[in-house]
């Protein structure tokens, strides 16, 4: 947190729901919401790509970064996706399973594509949702705290090199789909298209710390 630029930033630019047009940390009624309504909240911002609505939920000094990088992965994911749909027109005998990244959609947290809740402990301001992410144990621990009458999620710390990153991969799908669209290509002639637009990219950046993708 491919489905970067296509999706995710027109999501980003839509009107939030009904159920997220009220005052920050409240439910409809007004009431303070309680850690749980917030993870189902901040899961239903995400799942409907209304980006900017999970603002007041999240940990105010975190809230921008964390944000910005979930539109990036977005990105990406949209990204990838279009072009994987573009190779398999391309070059049919190619295992385009070779290039899918919606991998990286399991390894968002609360904002992983499949999150279930599973229950939450809460000590004076600070708080814990366990869930299960991705359908793998153990189950995760996501932090949550007060922020006046309400809850706010913790997102982890994000990397900026990393979020730039990402958008540079995700142009790098966008150009490898447009070269390849029209085109009729064997899996060894593909392979050599995606090693110039995106592989080539992957791998100056492997040995880099917090960079990598693969």
């Not at 999706?7 to 439910?27: D, F, I, K, M, N």
């Not at 539109?71 to 398999?88: C, G, H, K, T």
């Not at 609360?110 to 153990?138: I, Y």
């Not at 996501?142 to 994000?158: D, I, N, Q, S």
Request: hydrophobic share 40%; glycine share 6%.
């Amino acid at each position: 947190m491919l489905p970067l630029l296509i999706t995710g930033l027109a999501g980003c630019e839509q009107e939030a729901p009904v159920a997220v047009r009220q005052a920050p940390g409240c439910s409809a009624e007004g009431k303070p919401l309680s850690i749980d309504e917030t993870f189902h909240h901040l899961r239903a911002c995400f799942e409907s790509r209304s980006f900017l609505a999970m603002k007041p939920y999240l940990e105010p000094d975190r809230a921008p970064e964390a944000i910005n990088h979930l539109l990036a992965m977005d990105e990406l994911l949209v990204s990838n996706r279009a072009a994987i749909e573009a190779m398999m027109k391309a070059a049919p005998a190619a295992d385009t399973e070779l290039y899918d990244m919606s991998i990286l959609a399991d390894h968002l947290d609360l904002f992983s594509r499949d999150v279930e809740f599973t229950r939450s402990e809460v000590q004076g301001d600070q708080g814990v949702v366990l869930a299960k992410v991705s359908n793998k144990l153990p189950l995760k621990r996501l932090a949550f705290k007060r922020h006046g009458e309400y809850w706010v999620y913790e997102p982890g710390p994000t990397n900026e090199e990393f979020t730039a990153f990402l958008r540079k991969i995700a142009k790098a799908w966008q150009r490898l789909a447009e070269v390849v669209e029209h085109k009729k290509l064997q899996p060894g002639e593909l392979d050599r298209e995606y090693y110039i637009r995106v592989g080539r990219h992957l791998t100056a950046q492997a040995d880099k710390p917090g960079i990598s993708l693969q």
